[in-house]
């Protein structure tokens, strides 16, 4: 992965999106003393069967930004687009874009965009339509002549977006590797989605947490000669 950058804006549909994913990868460039913010396109209001969604997205919002904390992340905003139900086309693109524009990132970091998660499970609605839309942000956020208004908000085009990384692809073509602090870290991460899990599994959340992020991590060791890694599909840009 490349390592010359110094800003991340880490897009993503639901709150624990990147914990079953990118965030060990994220602990590591935190501590490296990379800048990282997420934006959450929902509350995940729609996400946990036994609690009305008022109080899903109330209780999630709050686990999402003290899951981001643990792994370094201060900057937490979410767009309160319907979970579940994400409609792609310009007006998700224009709010995307428009986020860019405000972080100004080099890299940007999204969930798996395929169909699949590795030709056997389907994948859902929401991770599938702001996936590619973060994908098409990315060239939207620097062109001039899409978008004009946002200019009049103070959001200048930013063409400055070098990569997008997709956690979770079937397609990998980069790793980032990390280390035993790093894992904590995001083991700690996911289990800050308590309510999340609980209504999810019997499992304790702790437990739960480890055997996911360990899961991840040693799925992608192939591919760093056997340590632990997070891995990404990168998409380069310019």
Do not use: C, K
């Amino acid at each position: 992965m490349p390592e010359d950058w110094q800003r991340a804006l880490a897009i993503v549909a639901h709150p624990d999106d990147l914990e079953y994913g990118a965030a060990a990868a994220v602990a590591r460039w935190t501590s490296s003393g990379r800048e990282v913010s997420y934006l959450l396109v929902t509350r995940g209001e729609a996400g946990i069967d036994t609690m009305e969604p008022a109080e899903a997205a109330r209780v999630r919002e709050a686990e999402q930004r003290a899951s981001a904390a643990v792994v370094g992340v201060g900057s937490v905003e979410f767009l309160d687009h319907r979970d579940g139900v994400i409609e792609g086309g310009v007006a998700l693109r224009r709010d995307l874009a428009a986020a860019i524009r405000r972080h100004r990132p080099e890299l940007v970091v999204t969930l798996n965009h395929h169909d699949t998660w590795g030709g056997t499970a389907w994948n859902t609605p929401d991770h599938r339509t702001v996936g590619r839309a973060v994908l098409d942000a990315a060239g939207d956020a620097g062109n001039r002549w899409i978008f004009t208004d946002l200019a009049g908000e103070g959001l200048r085009p930013w063409d400055g977006v070098r990569w997008v990384a997709v956690a979770g692809s079937p397609q990998p073509t980069h790793a980032v590797e990390v280390g035993e602090e790093d894992v904590e870290r995001a083991v700690a991460s996911l289990a800050e989605h308590r309510a999340y899990i609980t209504a999810l599994s019997d499992r304790e959340p702790a437990a739960y947490a480890r055997d996911v992020v360990t899961g991840g991590l040693d799925a992608a060791a192939p591919h760093t000669g056997g340590r632990p890694a997070v891995a990404f599909q990168l998409y380069p840009r310019g």
